[in-house]
């Protein structure tokens, strides 16, 4: 075969010094510049005070794999032998004297030698790299194609990013169909006395996209400072409903009020008073009515409630308030017309009317000291179980029946998460892991041994739950507990729990786990070819793979196998204004597609040095035939880069925010577009053309001046402000790094 001479270099990072004599030592390998047919393997050596000979073995994984377990590199390949001197701590590159087959994982490991001994770096010191694909092409996966969702003309905006606007700004995908709800702090559908935060519902039609303003007539100087100065709170997976917070009772926040909000024509609101508005249909409806609040003695101006929970079709929404709601509800007051903001209840509204959900068992009247258990997974699909916290214990509602879930282990019980329709949950106690059934009212020890520290997810039906010990991540499946990391508690990330807010995520079978860690879990190496830290990485754990055996996979390596310039990064709870009732859909539900930020240049032609969006698919899945899984890139990685927003259910449409005009008809600004599988529309037959003004380059926003108390509202101008402070300015995370990769797959031996 041809000689490919690869870089042999020899570089002092520490002066020789006097040390006893003894076997050299390596502490790192890594790889640099892959191509199709070799790459740059590179080690880190001391050798203690002898001279050093220092190689590399590598062999192709089929071999790998074949090979016995003890001796996995039995024929392996061999680069030249370099000579190094006696003592300080060098990086040592031995030339590769072949050329490797294109497209090839293959296993690689560095050996020293020196009168004192041999070393063989194995474990972490061995790694893989893949050889690159010949005339490799850059493109989109799965057949997709950019379409933009945000209309050309938005009055001289752009779209926001989450808590972007006053703290809100509510961006999700509708989980069965092309269609994004989003906001913006410049209103371009002509509503009528828009609110500070316009919001938007785009939908995909044949022709294109079809953008509707929701954004209902509301009273300037309705809506405060963070968090309430975004109106919409969630809407439902089909995006037909949602929540709309209707402002604070008094616009302006003026002592004693001389401006009462007033409430939306038709919804049966009571005047004067805080509300919530489910809007159906263009419709909007109250979740309060003068029935509801004439229980209790809080005055109209004093009164508030918040939104705590709700189920994804929005048919229940529990929401919060010291108030006396209905017959059954304790109300304690903390001066005249006021409510003790520590003393709350819990009301499940539908449209059955309110109920009040904390009451303790036996009990008729509330126990006010209440709080959701958590704002994901605590409300059934159906709303009929809804968990909650009074006192520091755990409790279940269902129907007209409360139970105390942790009473069996003596209270003090912390909500993990729940099967979707509320019969089994998760809590966990003094670094145990329980499992309780509402059907039978059963409690059960899932880690007699403790050690808990965090619950990851579960599955829908609550049969597979992932959770981190002192040993590090652990399945519990069928009453039995499979490793999944063995590396002990920095195999995630604190973030990666709980489930209500966190990184993690688990496919609805419970099948694969999506997780975040700084620790090397794979042979793919982590660690930083600038910092020389650890990168985060992004893993998935396969716990029945058509092999039958459970893998773990990096999906935000380099699939080179080189180290990383950057780590990556999926969103938790996107935060809307006061709630984190909302996760995006970062897993698609059957696993096999995952969506990630990375800082890394992954892809070959990745040149933008931004953080870009990524898919990774499983092996089999779009084509897929590596062992590894696939990785493209959604977003450019030519030009500016991309933040991810959401994807629907399958991942066949994938939403996420640019600066670059990724299509001819986007003119620039801000915009939100969709990675659709099998999209794209045809290019206009004309280009879109300018007459006079409309020809000069598009305005970024201006900083808006802080309006006074109560400033008259002549109506929607376009760069107006309609609410008491001053708008933010969206901030894509288009941070500055170099460029490279890294890490990947833990291959049985």
């Not at 003592?87 to 004297?97: A, I, N, R």
């Not at 059963?442 to 609550?462: E, K």
């Not at 793979?545 to 990064?569: D, I, K, T």
């Not at 030519?638 to 399958?650: M, N, R």
């Given at each position: ?10 570089a ?6 006097s ?112 050889t ?5 092409v850059?493109?989109?996966p ?57 919001q ?10 079809l ?107 529990v ?108 809590f ?35 049969g ?21 990391a ?22 609805l079978?419970?099948?694969r ?37 459970p893998?773990?996979?990096?999906a ?16 938790g ?5 006061s ?54 890139p ?48 045809p ?30 509202n ?36």
């Amino acid at each position: 075969m041809a000689a490919v001479a690869l870089v042999c270099a020899a570089a002092l990072i520490t002066p020789a010094h006097s040390v006893a004599a003894g076997p050299p030592q390596i502490t790192a390998s890594w790889v640099k510049a892959v191509t199709a047919t070799g790459a740059e393997m590179w080690m880190t050596v001391s050798p203690n005070g002898s001279g050093t000979s220092v190689y590399f073995e590598f062999v192709s994984d089929a071999a790998f794999q074949a090979n016995p377990p003890g001796d996995r590199f039995a024929g392996a390949g061999k680069t030249t032998v370099a000579k190094v001197g006696t003592g300080g701590t060098l990086d040592v590159s031995p030339t590769l004297v072949a050329a490797l087959p294109s497209a090839t994982v293959f296993h690689y490991r560095p050996l020293a030698s020196s009168a004192a001994g041999t070393t063989v770096g194995e474990g972490s010191l061995e790694h893989v790299f893949v050889t690159k694909a010949t005339g490799a092409v850059l493109h989109l996966p799965d057949n997709r194609a950019w379409e933009m969702v945000s209309p050309v003309d938005k009055g001289g905006g752009a779209i926001a990013a989450p808590q972007e606007l006053f703290g809100g700004g509510d961006l999700q995908a509708a989980a069965d169909s092309a269609a994004i709800t989003y906001g913006s702090g410049t209103a371009f559908g002509g509503a009528p006395g828009a609110p500070p935060v316009s919001q938007y519902v785009s939908r995909r039609e044949p022709s294109g996209w079809l953008t509707e303003d929701v954004s209902p007539a509301l009273g300037s100087g309705a809506y405060g400072d963070q968090p309430d100065g975004a109106p919409y709170r969630i809407f439902s997976e089909t995006l037909s409903r949602s929540l709309l917070f209707g402002g604070l009772a008094c616009r302006g926040g003026l002592e004693g009020c001389p401006a009462p909000n007033q409430p939306l024509p038709g919804s049966g609101a009571p005047p004067g008073y805080m509300a919530y508005y489910l809007r159906e249909g263009g419709q909007y409806s109250s979740l309060l009515t003068a029935a509801d609040v004439a229980h209790s003695a809080v005055s109209p101006v004093e009164f508030e409630a918040s939104f705590a929970a709700a189920p994804p079709d929005l048919s229940h929404i529990v929401i919060s308030s010291c108030a006396k709601l209905t017959a059954d509800a304790t109300e304690l007051l903390a001066g005249p017309g006021r409510c003790d903001p520590n003393a709350q209840n819990l009301y499940d509204a539908s449209v059955t009317g309110l109920k009040a959900v904390n009451l303790l068992p036996g009990e008729s009247l509330t126990t006010p000291d209440a709080a959701i258990a958590a704002p994901i997974g605590a409300v059934s699909d159906d709303g009929s179980r809804i968990y909650w916290v009074e006192g520091g214990n755990l409790f279940l509602r269902e129907g007209a029946q409360s139970i105390a879930v942790d009473a069996s282990v003596g209270g003090g019980g912390v909500f993990q998460t729940a099967s979707v329709d509320g019969s089994t949950a998760f809590f966990t106690k003094a670094g145990h892991l329980y499992r309780f059934t509402a059907v039978g009212k059963a409690v059960t020890d899932l880690t007699p041994a403790g050690g808990v520290v965090g619950v990851l997810g579960a599955s829908a039906d609550g049969g597979y739950v992932y959770f981190q010990d002192a040993l590090g991540l652990e399945l519990w499946h069928g009453g039995t507990i499979t490793p999944v990391a063995e590396d002990g508690p920095e195999a995630s990330l604190p973030s990666d729990y709980p489930p209500a807010s966190a990184t993690a995520r688990v496919s609805l079978d419970g099948r694969r786990l999506a997780f975040l860690s700084k620790a090397e879990l794979t042979e793919f190496d982590n660690i930083d070819a600038n910092t020389k830290q650890p990168d985060t990485e992004l893993y998935v754990y396969n716990a029945a793979p058509a092999s039958g055996e459970p893998s773990l996979v990096c999906a935000s390596c380099n699939p080179s196998g080189e180290r990383p310039e950057g780590s990556a990064s999926i969103p938790g709870v996107l935060v809307n204004g006061s709630t984190a009732a909302y996760r995006p859909r970062v897993l698609s539900a059957d696993g096999s597609r995952l969506f990630f930020e990375s800082d890394d240049g992954i892809a070959d032609k990745d040149t933008n040095s931004q953080t870009d969006v990524y898919e990774w698919e499983a092996n089999g899945g779009g084509g897929c035939l590596s062992v590894f899984g696939c990785v493209a890139p959604i977003s450019s990685v030519v030009k500016g880069g991309g933040t991810f927003v959401d994807a629907s259910a399958d991942g066949s449409d994938v939403f996420f925010l640019t600066g670059d005009s990724l299509v001819s008809t986007d003119p620039g600004s801000i915009d939100l577009y969709d990675a659709r599988v099998n999209g794209g529309f045809p290019a206009p037959v004309e280009p879109i053309t300018c007459v006079g003004d409309g020809c000069q380059s598009l305005l970024p926003e201006p900083e808006d001046p802080t309006p006074g108390t109560l400033v008259p509202n002549p109506g929607n101008p376009p760069l107006h402000i309609f609410g008491p402070r001053k708008k933010k300015k969206l901030k894509l995370r288009h941070r500055h790094r170099h460029k490279h990769p890294a890490g990947r797959h833990r291959l049985a031996r």
